[in-house]
């Protein structure tokens, strides 16, 4: 069944969707904006490692969230706020079910929670009476969070500024094979921006103005992943690096086991490694259970080549 079928048959009543992760290829932090908000210049693409969203209608005075693992208070989940959100800007009165099983780790970097709200918003606009126009969807998703649009769009690859809002969608690249490592601590954003903006304070020379690109970047650039890779850089990566000593090292090891590029998405902690052939995947396991006293974990994915569509259920 197509997204537009599960809008408009009547019988539909619920549907699925796949919440794909991120990984963050390219991050720069630029300046500072009066709001205390920095903007940024980015490259997402999204990965097969994905959560799976299950909405369903129900009553109005339904609304309410199954989700696997310890996301917190429902009101504070992003599907939900996803959910609330796009009832209100389409004045539909409905009640929904929201069923989330997890795969995406949390609070690492991939995007797992704005994931979540992108395929929520997804979701009901596929079974609304009236879909909101893709812009429009966009611009609601963009009040949920930066990396939110992406996450809505059908965009595979991007890149992005702004707040990370803004995007250009790309082609995808040929799938490649990635190996995630989850180093058994979390990074905090606020502790990540804090970190950087402390470490800027104190050297004159990494100004937000000398943080961006030293040359400009052209579509060519993005074409392929042996150019794409000489534009691979996160400044977190190298911050997070002087508070938690084991990033650099797991880092070496996704590059001593074959990977092209490797680096940290996001603001931590996972690490990614892009690989044109799979690894041997016992041995890095092996060497990152020694690297991270037996608290990291490794997950074996590969870089998306589309976007699930929305899939109508019984």
């Known amino acids: 069944m197509s997204t537009s079928d599960a809008g408009t048959s009547g019988v539909t009543q619920g549907v699925m969707v796949f919440a794909e992760a991120k990984i963050n290829l390219r991050l720069r932090i630029l300046a500072r904006e009066a709001s205390g908000f920095h903007t940024i210049e980015t490259i997402f693409h999204k990965l097969e490692l994905a959560d799976t969203v299950e909405l369903r209608l129900q009553p109005p005075t339904v609304r309410q969230l199954d989700c696997d693992g310890d996301v917190g208070p429902p ?6 706020r996803a959910a609330e959100a796009f009832l209100a800007r389409s004045a539909w009165e ?37 879909p909101l126009a893709p812009e429009t969807l966009l611009e609601l998703a963009a009040t949920l969070g930066a990396d939110v649009p992406f996450l809505t769009a059908d965009a595979t690859m991007a890149l992005a500024w702004g707040r ?83 990033v650099a090292p797991l880092i070496t090891a996704l590059h001593d086991a074959g990977a092209s590029n490797a680096g940290m998405s996001g603001s931590g902690s996972t690490l990614f490694g892009i690989f044109e052939r799979a690894p041997d995947v016992s041995a890095l396991r092996a060497r990152v259970d020694e690297l991270s006293n037996g608290r990291g974990n490794v997950i074996v994915t590969r870089t998306a080549v589309g976007v699930s569509a929305v899939r109508g259920m019984d």
């Open 75 to 80: 009101e504070h989940n992003l599907a939900i």
């Open 164 to 246: 990370g809002d803004r995007f250009l969608a790309l082609d995808p690249l040929p799938t490649r094979a990635v190996v995630l490592i989850t180093p058994g601590f979390g990074v905090p954003t606020v502790d990540a921006y804090g970190w950087l903006a402390a470490e800027r304070q104190t050297d004159a020379t990494s100004s937000s103005v000398a943080q961006a690109s030293p040359r400009m970047m052209h579509p060519w650039h993005l074409a392929n992943w042996g150019e794409l890779g000489r534009w691979m850089v996160n400044d977190f990566t190298p911050v997070v690096a002087r508070h938690h000593s084991t």
């Open 94 to 130: 409905t009640g929904y079910t929201i069923r989330i099983r997890k795969q995406i780790p949390i609070g690492g970097g991939l995007g797992g929670g704005s994931a979540d709200a992108g395929a929520t918003l997804r979701a009901l606009n596929a079974l609304a009476p009236a």
